[in-house]
């Protein structure tokens, strides 16, 4: 008896599916699936062509990104997040990448002076916008309010979080340079700090608001 023969008897025994079947029945499945991705990135890709769209990837892609006020020429895949490029493509270390899933701020840069996960922000979307990672906070050797404050109170431990939480508690100040307790607490309600540091993270940012509304004041 033939391979297929048996297999002819075996499935319609009882309506049971043999393993040889049902590994047919996939491998169609999956042909079928690439066949039919295939056809749809043809499309778009034909689609974008007549529309004088151009399609970035899925190759490293010429990008240009602002960061701390200077123009950063360079080539990534479109999938790369923005603290990646900022760490591996341009050696900006100080953007941490604690959780990699927008949980724990750990990664957070200004966008615009607005504060964002850049482990969940892609690179080229970035692209245009003003970037600010915690290196552009000082001004040669003078540290930001908030940074020379963080030091003084000892607000910091391990030092993973320690970058989002300045950026978080900086971009604050911007907006309002008189916060109450109430007010920094909020701001920092999205980044985690697992050694506990909060009081002197409060404490610091309050101490650091002074001297800003100082300086704006003046």
Same mark, same amino acid.
């Given at each position: 008896?033939?391979?297929?023969?048996?297999?002819?008897?075996?499935?319609?025994?009882?309506?049971?599916?043999?393993?040889?079947?049902?590994?047919?029945?996939?491998?169609?499945?999956?042909?079928?699936?690439?066949?039919?991705?295939?056809?749809?990135?043809?499309?778009?890709?034909?689609?974008?062509?007549?529309?004088?769209?151009?399609?970035?990837?899925?190759?490293?892609?010429?990008?240009?990104?602002?960061?701390?006020?200077?123009?950063?020429?360079?080539?990534?895949?479109?999938?790369?997040?923005?603290?990646?490029?900022?760490?591996?493509?341009?050696?900006?270390?100080?953007?941490?990448?604690?959780?990699?899933?927008?949980?724990?701020?750990?990664?957070?840069?200004?966008?615009?002076?607005?504060?964002?996960?850049?482990?969940?922000?892609?690179?080229?979307?970035?692209?245009?916008?003003?970037?600010?990672?915690?290196?552009?906070?000082?001004?040669?050797?003078?540290?930001?309010? =908030?940074?020379?404050?963080?030091?003084?109170?000892?607000?910091?431990?391990?030092?993973?979080?320690?970058?989002?939480?300045?950026?978080?508690?900086?971009?604050?100040?911007?907006?309002?340079?008189?916060?109450?307790?109430?007010?920094?607490?909020?701001?920092?309600?999205?980044?985690?700090?697992?050694?506990?540091?909060?009081?002197?993270?409060?404490?610091?940012?309050?101490?650091?608001?002074?001297? =800003?509304?100082?300086?704006?004041?003046?």
């Amino acid at each position: 008896m033939t391979d297929d023969s048996r297999e002819s008897n075996e499935s319609s025994s009882g309506g049971r599916v043999t393993r040889r079947g049902f590994l047919k029945g996939a491998g169609l499945t999956a042909a079928g699936a690439a066949i039919v991705e295939c056809g749809v990135a043809a499309l778009d890709e034909a689609s974008a062509a007549a529309g004088g769209t151009k399609v970035a990837g899925p190759g490293r892609t010429p990008v240009t990104l602002t960061v701390n006020g200077s123009a950063r020429r360079l080539e990534i895949e479109p999938r790369t997040t923005l603290a990646d490029a900022l760490r591996f493509e341009l050696g900006l270390t100080g953007t941490k990448v604690v959780c990699d899933r927008g949980s724990c701020s750990a990664c957070t840069v200004w966008l615009d002076k607005t504060p964002v996960c850049a482990c969940m922000t892609l690179a080229v979307d970035a692209a245009g916008r003003e970037i600010t990672t915690v290196e552009g906070l000082a001004r040669g050797d003078e540290l930001h309010p =908030v940074q020379a404050a963080f030091v003084e109170h000892d607000a910091m431990q391990c030092g993973f979080c320690t970058p989002g939480m300045v950026m978080s508690c900086a971009a604050l100040l911007e907006r309002n340079p008189n916060p109450t307790l109430d007010d920094v607490r909020t701001a920092t309600s999205g980044n985690l700090c697992r050694c506990g540091t909060y009081p002197k993270v409060f404490e610091a940012t309050l101490a650091a608001a002074g001297r =800003v509304a100082g300086k704006k004041g003046a």
